[in-house]
Structures are given as structure tokens and as C-alpha cells.
Antibody, heavy 124, light 113 residues
Framework: QITLKESGPTLVKPTQTLTLTCTFSGFSLTTSGVGVGWIRQPPGKALEWLAF???????RYMTSLRSRLTITKDTSKNQVVLTLTNMDPVDTATYYC????????????????WGQGTLVTVSS | DIVMTQSPDSLSLSLGERATINCKSS????????????LAWYQQRPGQPPKLLIY???TRESGVPDRFSGSGSDTDFTLTIDSLQAEDVAVYYC?????????FGQGTKLEIK
């Protein structure tokens, strides 16, 4: 049974760095083809993909936020960490992590398991 | 970046009716090596994370009722929900995963009259 859970601060100040942790079970990021992505959703708005890390450490980022994003993995702890620097109120959103499986490409069939998400508010 | 545009933005139908949601990509999402269209559909019920319904444009995820079906060409896609039920009230999103940055549509809100 695959589960993912996001954790981190619920409130950050503008200009601070956000660090979110995705702790998962039921799969390993050492298994060929497995990946974990981060997706966010501002209140009342659409989903927005942010970053992705593959089992072989291939990493991809959203173009417009690339300079502010870093994704890493700790396979011994079954965790994926996302950092987003220089937070702004427009970064207020629910942040989700999600599992995927690839082979021919990084993702073969979308994000099939999602965490419940964590709401991060940016305010002074 | 590939832009995904959904229509309509919202839909209000009666129980038992059929819902049709469209999604258009600004470029082809057909992957030539396996002839698959890298397009997924998600359902997001109020207060819940998204749930994968369809991938490769027309393949139902395990456990998804066969009332849900997907179809489309290389750039124009449709999610059809037959015999609407109360539990189908949700926002539906399409997503292309053909090339990064992976992008979502703006969502279509489905309500029951």
C-alpha cells in the first residue's frame, strides 16, 4: 500500500525559505522507474507542477521557478525534500507530493498516488 | 511550455446525464516511440487531493468505474462521464506529461443540478 505525507511549516514570512518533506511508504526511490513529484494549488485555483525527482536522481523543475526550487531525496529515510527560496504571498498554496512510475519516459501514467497536501501561507 | 486549455470552465447537469469535458494542448503529446498520448485526467473532490482517473488519454486507472472514459487525438482530448452520480461532483483536470514542464489545464467544475 503506497502512502505519502507532506510535512513542514504552515506559515512562513516573505523572503524566507520553505522546506517541505514528503515521507512515503510502500515503495522505494531506489527502484528503477519510480519518481516523486511536487505539485501545488493556490486556494481556489488550478494545480501547478513544481518539481520531480527520479530513482536515478534525474531532477526536473518548473521553468519559471527553477532558480528558487531544489528537490532532493533521502532513500534511507524514504523522504523527498523540496525547498523554495524567497517566499512571496503568491506562493501561498496547498503543496502535494505524488508518486509516479516511468520506464520509457520519466512518467508513464501520470501521478497515481497523492498525499493529502499541506497548506502553506506566506504572510508577515 | 505546452499550454493545456479546458472547456467548459464549469458544467451543471442532472443525475443520470452524461458529462463531456474537453482539453486542448498547444502541441502534440504523442510520444512516437510507443505511440501513446501522454495525457492524464484527474478528479478532485472538495477538500481532497487529486485522484488519477485516466492516463495515456484513454486507459482507466485501476478501480475507476467504467462510467469514466477518455478519448482524443494528438492535441484534442475528451473526458466523458456517463450516468452522472452525486459522487461525481468535483473539479476535473487534464495534465500533459509528454515534456517538462508538465502542465495542467485550468480545471472544469462539475455540479449536479
Amino acid at each position: 500500500q503506497i502512502t505519502l505525507k507532506e510535512s513542514g511549516p504552515t506559515l512562513v514570512k516573505p523572503t524566507q525559505t520553505l522546506t517541505l518533506t514528503c515521507t512515503f511508504s510502500g515503495f522505494s526511490l531506489t527502484t528503477s522507474g519510480v519518481g516523486v513529484g511536487w505539485i501545488r494549488q493556490p486556494p481556489g485555483k488550478a494545480l501547478e507542477w513544481l518539481a520531480f525527482i527520479y530513482w536515478n536522481d534525474d531532477r526536473r523543475y518548473m521553468t519559471s521557478l527553477r532558480s528558487r526550487l531544489t528537490i532532493t531525496k533521502d532513500t534511507s529515510k524514504n523522504q523527498v525534500v523540496l525547498t523554495l527560496t524567497n517566499m512571496d504571498p503568491v506562493d501561498t498554496a496547498t503543496y502535494y507530493c505524488a508518486h509516479s512510475v516511468g520506464g520509457l519516459t520519466l512518467i508513464d501514467n501520470g501521478f497515481d498516488y497523492w498525499g493529502q497536501g499541506t497548506l502553506v501561507t506566506v504572510s508577515s | 511550455d505546452i499550454v493545456m486549455t479546458q472547456s467548459p470552465d464549469s458544467l451543471s447537469l442532472s443525475l443520470g446525464e452524461r458529462a463531456t469535458i474537453n482539453c486542448k494542448s498547444s502541441r502534440s503529446v504523442l510520444y512516437g516511440s510507443n505511440n501513446k498520448k501522454y495525457l492524464a485526467w484527474y478528479q478532485q473532490r472538495p477538500g481532497q487531493p487529486p485522484k488519477l482517473l485516466i492516463y495515456w488519454a484513454s486507459t482507466r486507472e485501476s478501480g475507476v468505474p467504467d462510467r469514466f472514459s477518455g478519448s482524443g487525438s494528438d492535441t484534442d482530448f475528451t473526458l466523458t462521464i456517463d450516468s452522472l452520480q452525486a459522487e461525481d461532483v468535483a473539479v476535473y483536470y487534464c495534465q500533459q506529461y509528454h515534456s517538462t514542464p508538465w502542465t495542467f489545464g485550468q480545471g472544469t467544475k462539475l455540479e449536479i443540478k
